[in-house]
């Protein structure tokens, strides 16, 4: 049986080491001390490791059911969710006016990662909940915000979000889900919404769903999509509930993964709802909440290959198997432990020098984030929007195949449900599809993102990594291990994005043919970046006689295994770039 | 719901253009022209993708039960069992004496990754009877060759390998099952085995497993075990069944995939067993069972890839979502295929290169099996055995890799179960466990392989990219896009083992730390050496007038795909490879 612990000396390391919060002049971080991050870490760990954790095979094995339209949870799932709402977990960082607690988004993401690890399936009904609270809060009227924030924040109500329809996903453009105005001012919603994750349950009261739709008569395409708020029960002016509203679930999906979210297919017929927004504003709107779960689904991916390499490290201490070649390291036993052979030291590095820098660089785009939206900062917001499609998608990609290296080091009992290595798995496996897959992620980057305000915020990027290399050149701890490979990495990024800049104007296939691994090259570039801060951070600590050497030698030494053993990785993704659109457009569509 | 058509030009590719195998020498080859296989690929062809497809989902749904030490198959196994049965497809290259239809293992081979692509749960039924067969064959004394053979061959009675016990998977010297000699001649069997594919179910009249134990008294360790013949009815000298023995399957996993395969629990309790081959060399025998297995498994990585991509293939040529950045391809229709998309070709086209390129490879080592074993070609032996764990290892991540590309080619539609796409990766997750563990694959390749006989066979490969090199040193039309790659990526190669000669023998670890990283290049440079001699073979075709040159040229463009686009990784490998021991080896334990 898997079990998890909080990471939470990690966490605290990069928001006090690394970032500096509380030195922060952003608003409200300078109560980030380190005592009171530390105290709000372990409350959420405490809940993650014992109430979700245990919780997360009983929501694989039983998932949800469907009976007549209700939707039973998972044995013991509205228990958490009670405990979880009671102790104001649903609305850290939202505004104390609707009953948050005004944090800033870097403490959420933090302990977002906490009850992701624990129970992604579980986290996933109040997650949805905070990104539709979210856009609500963005482009609500006051009246909206009134009627349904307080309930969402505490999670007395939960939110979904409706986008897909069977034919379409990535391309919203064609959907064909109607929105009839009314004389009052309200909508008739009709159509078909598929895979809506939280779209019916039994753990609140009411469920707000905020629906795309198009208006009849108006623009073809995407730019005719409206943003809808149609909650399940219409909510009265005086706060409560009133008539049921005509939507039904008519199917719950049979999944891969993340079998105790219930993933529905939402029949509205004739549901009244509310303009959410601007008329034909609708993906302005829901991209709020899109990008906020960008950064969430990033989360995830970096939160299930940190839970699957907790238990794989366990497991390789415990198991005996084999010898060390340079001598026996448990001569009394039968054997020494898994973790003596050097291939299996390679994939819990592969793993722990990913998930504790893609923590880093989680945390530093929150930290944007908070930048942005705390001070209208214009600049953290170009970067941590420019880095969103590599944090969903690095993260992602990378997290996926670290539950597969941690599922590895079990062999077969790693493929036997029991041992709870393959839920990491396909639990994960949702993270690179959900939320825009991880290649329109790449397209929003090259196509979209990346020449942004004339390439404003990948040169700002670069800045960052300038800087840190100049103030660090005479660091003679750093230099060939983290200062050098970091300047290579950074090369190849500036080289792609030089070869997209020669070739893709006038072939624009000559980028895209690059934008995945454009993606990754990117996503190495920032872990290698921010393994280099760890790496100074730790070295600092350690001038300053820091009492816990172990702990930040340990940093030094994994993130000296990133930039000799993962970093390399860039060249490659250059290679591919570089070899461009010829070798991917060839091909006619009937040759493959 | 997910279909197969059976790649059967692609094969005869293969065999013919690039192999030329009736061309060849090898005993039985002559027989192998282009209508014969062509006419048996048919007929397997047919089976598979009528027959043993449509159960595909069908075992994954209803999955096996156990009920009173009865396992019941799904729906439809036996039928189709029988149908592979009375077609004579379980035996095609045993010997003729034997029931067989003595065909070389590379026709076997082709058949086989259709038979697995198709349905790779039902297929392990036969496949390991197979395997159990080969053993008997290489070390069972006459009477046990007559005794067991036929049915096997046959598949009557179905075959298994009982290595694995609670407590060692890899580290098969700490097995506990013991067998004491009885006055007979016969042992009796005691202990536990577990992950016992096939291990009982309901489609034979017979099931003969093969059973590593240890021979009271024997020697320590590995050293000591031995193998026996243990059959669920003992066999009487007229060929009829005699008295059940004593062992029982007692659980059947839940497992992430191959749902419609029994994994068993066995109890040994005092069965009778015969002792197969000699006494304490039990492990020699059963390398004869696993080498031919490991090389089937790779198979299977490269079939689920196959399968997988067939159906992306046809979903990416059906689904209408968003434009061609370059002008509409469908200007009538709501939106384009998604293959018009860049990224979606890339994702197809990796898996397409990989599939023909491993394909090749494969049949190239079925190629060289055959001249091991039908002539004694000492060279052809020692050159397949080292590129055994590469088939094995190097073929299952890359195809469970592409299996996932796949299924990110449906978006959602991928992770519903519907679809079919998460079977596949689910299905192909366990070919990279079992057999040997792909780490224990870049082990036994890193550790043993290469240096066996002075680093001969290594040598011998290296020889064979030389010679192709020279011999088409003059074709322009290889050149640049074929042969420079080709050249580096070997460049590469021997830089690898040059580190590991200079570095290896005073620290091992300095060598297996790169071992999965050697086993990846290694891996790449043969798909490398495939492709261009696939190129090669293409060019030849096209320039002697082949009426079919959209087929050459589609080959042509693959090829050129893969050099360009994968062959890049081997850079990465071997920069990987030689940072050494130090980065994976410098934490302690306990810093995990």
Chains 1, 2 share one sequence.
Request: net charge negative; with cysteine; glycine share 10%.
């Amino acid at each position: 049986m898997a079990s998890y612990t909080p990471p939470t000396k990690d966490m605290q390391f990069i928001l006090h080491d690394v970032l500096d919060v509380s030195g922060s002049d952003i608003p409200g971080y300078a109560e980030l001390d380190a005592d009171f991050t530390s105290a709000v870490l372990d409350e959420a760990g405490k809940l993650a490791s014992e109430v979700l954790a245990p919780l997360n095979s009983v929501g694989d094995t039983e998932g949800c059911s469907l009976e007549n339209g209700v939707v039973r949870t998972p044995t013991g799932f509205k228990a958490a969710f009670d405990q979880i709402r009671e102790g104001g977990w649903t609305a850290l960082d939202l505004p104390e006016e609707y009953g948050g607690q005004n944090m800033p988004a870097i403490l959420g993401t933090a302990v977002g990662e906490m009850f992701s690890a624990s129970n992604q399936a579980f986290t996933m009904y109040h997650g949805l909940t905070h990104g539709a609270a979210s856009a609500i809060l963005a482009h609500g009227t006051d009246d909206q915000k009134t009627r349904y924030l307080p309930n969402m924040a505490s999670c007395e109500w939960t939110g979904t979000m409706n986008l897909t329809e069977p034919h379409c996903g990535t391309d919203l453009g064609l959907m064909r889900t109607k929105a009839d105005p009314q004389d009052d001012g309200s909508y008739k919603i009709s159509g078909q919404k598929i895979f809506i994750s939280s779209g019916e349950h039994d753990m609140a009261e009411n469920i707000i769903h905020l629906v795309l739709a198009k208006i009849p008569g108006g623009p073809e395409g995407i730019k005719g999509v409206s943003l809808f708020i149609v909650p399940k029960f219409l909510v009265k002016d005086d706060g409560s509930l009133g008539d049921r509203n005509g939507m039904t679930c008519s199917k719950i999906e049979e999944k891969m993964g993340i079998h105790g979210n219930a993933t529905c297919v939402m029949d509205y017929d004739d549901a009244t709802g509310w303009l959410l927004g601007e008329e034909h504003k609708g993906m302005r709107a829901m991209f709020t909440m899109m990008n906020e779960a960008r950064l969430g689904v990033g989360m995830q991916g970096l939160a299930q290959a940190e839970a699957a390499y907790q238990n794989a490290v366990e497991y390789a201490k415990d198991r005996l198997q084999g010898r060390d070649v340079t001598g026996d390291q448990n001569p009394d036993g039968p054997a020494d432990p898994l973790i003596v052979h050097p291939d299996i030291r390679r994939a819990l590095l592969d793993q722990k020098s990913f998930v504790e820098g893609a923590r880093a660089f989680l945390l530093w785009g929150a930290f944007l984030f908070d930048r942005s939206h705390r001070t209208g900062d214009e600049d953290a917001e170009g970067l941590v929007s420019l880095m969103t499609p590599v944090i969903k998608g690095f993260l992602t990609d990378q997290g996926f195949d670290m539950t597969i290296l941690a599922q590895q080091i079990y062999g077969g009992h790693g493929y036997i449900e029991d041992s709870g290595m393959s839920q990491y798995a396909r639990d994960a496996r949702i993270t690179m599809i959900y939320e825009g897959a991880n290649g329109v992620q790449a397209l929003d980057l090259v196509g979209r993102k990346l020449a942004q305000s004339g390439g404003k915020y990948i040169m700002a990027f670069f800045e960052e990594v300038k800087t840190f290399l100049k103030e660090n050149s005479e660091n003679e701890t750093l230099k060939a291990d983290f200062l050098d490979p970091l300047k290579d990495a950074s090369k190849h990024l500036q080289a792609a994005g030089m070869y997209f800049m020669q070739n893709g104007v006038k072939n624009p296939n000559a980028a895209l043919s690059g934008s995945y691994d454009f993606m990754h090259l990117f996503g190495h570039v920032c872990l290698g970046l921010m393994w280099a801060r760890s790496a100074n951070a730790a070295a600092e600590a350690l001038d300053k006689g820091a009492a816990d050497t172990d702990f930040y030698n340990t940093k030094l030494i994994t993130g000296r295994y990133y930039m000799k053993r993962r970093l390399p990785a860039t060249a490659m993704h250059l290679a591919r770039i570089e070899s461009g659109a010829d070798p991917v457009m060839s091909l006619d569509a009937d040759q493959f």
